[in-house]
């Protein structure tokens, strides 16, 4: 009987490390978040990511499909936040949080601020997690060649912001 107790408890032991150990690993991310902050015309904006690597894959039209929506960063949805009503792209975008999405193509971007916030960034079909009832705003944009960067970031400027990963540059306006 003693002989079994120890088994017993040997074999909780070493579940319970398993467990320990397994969501450990879980909840690590190969892409960490990060965040930009900067005052533009007044208006205090943060925009908070995930910033994947490039890791020798074929980002555009590959690891970002072009034509379908995009979490615009890695694990939790991206968000931007104004605490006063900006102008993005020539159109009004009051102030609040918002999902920032983007649908890539090879020549134009559509960007979409999108009114809910704190959901995952994809479904588990690996779809956008966006509801298009809740878009408040959305503008196109033109992508422009730049440098190798390996991690995905978000650049501010007095003119706006840029999304600046692999060897592109996706510059959006914010007055």
Do not use: H
Not at 10 to 37: E, G, H, K, N, Y
Not at 51 to 71: E, F, H, I
Not at 129 to 157: C, G, H, I, W
């Amino acid at each position: 009987m003693k002989k079994v107790l120890q088994l017993v408890a040997t074999t909780c032991f070493a579940v319970a490390i398993l467990l320990t150990t397994s969501t450990a690993f879980a909840q690590q991310r190969t892409s960490p978040r990060d965040s930009v902050s900067a005052k533009i015309g007044g208006a205090n904006i943060k925009i908070n990511y995930g910033s994947p690597a490039v890791d020798n894959r074929t980002v555009w039209g590959g690891l970002v499909p072009y034509d379908k929506m995009w979490r615009a960063g890695a694990n939790q949805a991206t968000t931007f936040t104004t605490d006063k009503e900006v102008t993005i792209e020539g159109k009004k975008l009051p102030a609040g949080k918002y999902t920032l999405f983007a649908t890539p193509t090879a020549n134009e971007w559509k960007i979409t601020f999108n009114s809910e916030v704190g959901q995952w960034g994809i479904k588990r079909d690996g779809t956008a997690n966006e509801d298009p009832a809740k878009d408040v705003l959305v503008v196109s944009v033109k992508p422009k060649a730049a440098p190798m960067t390996e991690r995905l970031k978000y650049v501010t400027s007095a003119s706006g912001f840029s999304l600046v990963w692999e060897k592109v540059e996706v510059p959006v306006s914010v007055k």
